[in-house]
């Protein structure tokens, strides 16, 4: 059982519904701690009414109670006060891996959290995840640095390790071609990918990160699932719906949409 904590997409396209898409794509099952209910399409976000902490810290609670959970994948916070109980939250399941997709700002340009969440994600949260993973713009906004190439990747990679990241990916699905960067002290890696379609695009970032989270619910090394969840999400932008007229949502399931191979690996077991 993986928990994600983020907010709902009405447009099921990134979020919650995201998440649960890919956990359920890796053979887990998902549940989930809404912090925030959005207005939005494929062709951007309206409005978000972010969820009164005092409600989250409840449905953490309750999905806590009945145990089994394995990995957390924290996604958009919507305010500070969310971001302070997921914060408690990391406190008392410190044991549990936990990728953090730092969600700042929609790709169409909408806050989604406030000025101090985002100083609070930055002085406190990074330093509780296991993974950090975010995009060009966010890695840009966390550490002050220009970030537009490979090389500034590296440098905010560098960066956000010294700010006490444990390990970080910083995502460049806005280059040319999709190159990652990977860094954990000592250590730093390269991902490149083939150029992807721009328009098929609604929700990398949070299933990027949810697939890392499977991944590392399964006990996989984090380089290892990093690895597994760009090769995944590759595929799922290759064959994004056609849903709207803005940017298209990943296909998160297209796996079971193809015919097995004769003699093709088997999906992981999971026992609860």
Aim: overall charge negative; proline content about 6%.
């Amino acid at each position: 059982m993986i928990v994600t904590i983020a907010g709902f997409d009405p447009s099921s396209g990134a979020g919650i519904t995201a998440d649960l898409k890919t956990f359920a794509a890796h053979n887990c099952y998902g549940v989930a701690a809404i912090t925030a209910l959005t207005v939005q399409n494929s062709q951007g976000v309206q409005s978000i009414r972010p969820v009164e902490a005092a409600l989250l810290r409840e449905s953490l609670d309750a999905i806590m109670a009945d145990g089994h959970v394995r990995a957390v994948k924290i996604g958009m916070l919507g305010n500070h006060a969310n971001a302070a109980i997921v914060s408690e939250f990391l406190q008392s399941h410190a044991e549990l891996p936990c990728v953090l997709d730092p969600v700042l700002r929609s790709s169409s340009g909408a806050p989604l959290i406030d000025q101090s969440g985002c100083e609070f994600v930055r002085d406190h949260l990074l330093k509780q995840a296991s993974l950090i993973t975010p995009n060009l713009a966010e890695a840009a906004t966390l550490t002050g640095l220009k970030v537009e190439n490979v090389e500034e990747m590296k440098s905010a990679a560098g960066r956000l390790l010294e700010m006490g990241a444990r390990a970080v990916v910083v995502t460049g699905g806005h280059l040319d071609k999709a190159v990652d960067v990977f860094a954990q002290p000592g250590h730093l890696e390269v991902f490149a990918g083939d150029r992807m379609k721009p328009d098929n695009t609604h929700g990398t970032g949070c299933t990027f990160s949810s697939a890392v989270t499977a991944n590392l619910a399964f006990g996989r090394l984090l380089p290892d699932a990093v690895v597994l969840a760009k090769a995944y999400v590759a595929e799922a932008i290759k064959k994004a719906y056609p849903i709207g007229p803005g940017r298209l949502p990943l296909n998160h399931f297209f796996r079971a949409q193809e015919a097995p191979r004769a003699g093709g690996p088997a999906l992981p077991e999971v026992s609860f």
